[in-house]
């Protein structure tokens, strides 16, 4: 029974089990970034705009391939790397001993991946599922999944290097290295060292008995009460430094797509974009969770109301333009005696003249003296009313042994409806 009691509790004091209670506990925020892309991939948010084809069936340069997963999966990783960063931030000096390990961060990100793992999983169930429901074939199939893997490696190991060639560990500094400190407190720091186990015990109260290290090895967690304290927090703060400037590269990375949307090859597939979105959020939150610690909630509303009145409240806002059209002219005056200006017998006749030629035309292909002419009007509405105006469209023109499209002079109507008979 004893043996039993103490195999639970190893599993439960284990580094991976840990972190999991910790982001339950502390990290909700964060975690609901996960809960949002599962509910994407499963339709649970944004079925009706086909939200989760973005990730299932992601489109680049108009192709589903290879290289459009591979862009998900180089996305991904971004976001599981912000993840990892901002959980580093705010929780490492929780467990002191990663500061005693070779490559710490490298380290805490494998025992922190739990959650990207499972993710990825049920990311490739879906993805399997929705393929084979759609026809296609298994090397297809293979080629989506080794481009998302292609895309994942890619961009993990950009991270792997930089961190490798950034980040110091206790085995680049001299562990018997003495701060200089003032004669009249050297007896305060030689108590000090005495009590240093049980101050960071007291300072740090999360138990971890093991870790899984960067070989994929289960390990006893060590004591770091030898180590000078010193030489630990300069460990962590150089660590929080290089991943705040990785968090800044995030966010300038994200602003320059958009820039950057007029060439072609840099209108990455949509879903890429959200996850690029979402690290982008998370690296923000997680900078301003550490470094205002308490004040971050209020921060965090503050900059969303000022955001707001900058937005709503000001001339300054940006404008979309439509392509093709010149924007530099003069205004069009848009009031009623401008509208009367274009309603005069001339310009009235002109058009009535332009139409009798194009319904003569019409008439001519036919052959008869009066050929059924057919006028259709579509409904707004949305994705339901583009599917129902295509659909009814398609149904009747076979009905009709496709005389319906020939007999046709005219499809008006608004919105969604319109955007179906255009597709149609």
């Known amino acids: 029974m004893t043996t039993m009691k103490q195999k639970l509790l190893n599993i439960l004091y284990a580094f991976p089990i840990q972190l999991i209670v910790l982001h339950f506990k502390k990290n909700v925020l964060l975690l609901s970034f996960w809960a949002v892309l599962l509910l994407f991939i499963t339709g649970g948010i944004g079925k009706t705009f086909g939200l989760k084809y973005l990730f299932l069936d992601p489109e ?71 393929q084979n429901e759609n026809g296609a074939d298994s090397l297809t199939l293979w080629r989506y999944l080794l481009g998302f893997v292609a895309g994942f490696s890619t961009s993990l190991l950009l991270f792997v290097v930089y961190f490798r060639l950034t980040n110091k560990d206790i085995f680049s500094y001299d562990v018997n290295k003495r701060y200089k400190t003032p004669k009249f407190l050297r007896g305060l720091v030689r108590q000090r060292d005495k009590n240093q186990e049980r101050t960071i015990v007291d300072r740090h109260k999360w138990r971890v008995d093991f870790y899984i290290s960067g070989g994929l090895r289960l390990r006893r967690v060590r004591s770091v009460a030898h180590y000078n304290q010193n030489i630990l927090t300069e ?44 690290a982008m959020f998370t690296s923000v939150l997680g900078a301003l ?38 924007y530099h002219t003069e205004k069009a005056i848009y009031h009623n005696d401008s509208v009367r200006t274009l309603q005069n017998p001339t310009i009235i006749q002109n058009d009535i003249d332009k139409t ?34 295509m659909r009814v469209l398609q149904y009747s023109d076979s009905l009709s042994n496709g005389n319906l499209t020939k007999q046709t002079t005219l499809i008006t109507g608004a919105s969604g409806g319109m955007l179906g008979a255009a597709y149609y």
Do not use: C
């Open 60 to 130: 680049y340069l108009n192709q589903v391939n290879f290289w459009s997963f591979y862009f998900i999966g180089l996305a991904f990783a971004g976001f599981v790397t912000a993840w990892n960063i901002s959980t580093y931030l705010l929780h490492s000096t929780r467990f002191p001993f990663i500061a005693s390990l070779h490559r710490p961060f490298i380290q805490f990100s494998v025992n922190n991946s739990l959650f990207p793992t499972l993710f990825i999983v049920f990311y490739f169930y879906k993805i399997i599922h929705f």
């Open 289 to 326: 969770w550490y470094w205002l610690r308490g004040w971050h909630v209020f921060t965090i509303l503050s900059l969303l109301i000022i955001i707001n009145i900058a937005t709503v409240h000001t001339d300054k806002k940006f404008k979309n333009k439509a392509y093709g059209l010149n």
């Open 356 to 389: 009798i030629v194009i319904l003569n035309n019409w008439r001519r292909k036919f052959g008869e003296k009066k050929p059924k002419l057919v006028i259709i009007g579509v409904s707004g509405g949305g994705l339901r009313a583009s599917l129902w105006s």
């Open 235 to 278: 460990i962590f703060n150089q660590h929080h430094k290089n991943a705040t400037i990785l968090q800044l590269i995030t966010i300038v990375a994200l602003i320059s797509l958009g820039f950057l949307m007029d060439f072609k090859e840099f209108r990455i597939p949509a879903g890429a974009s959200i996850m690029i979105l979402f």
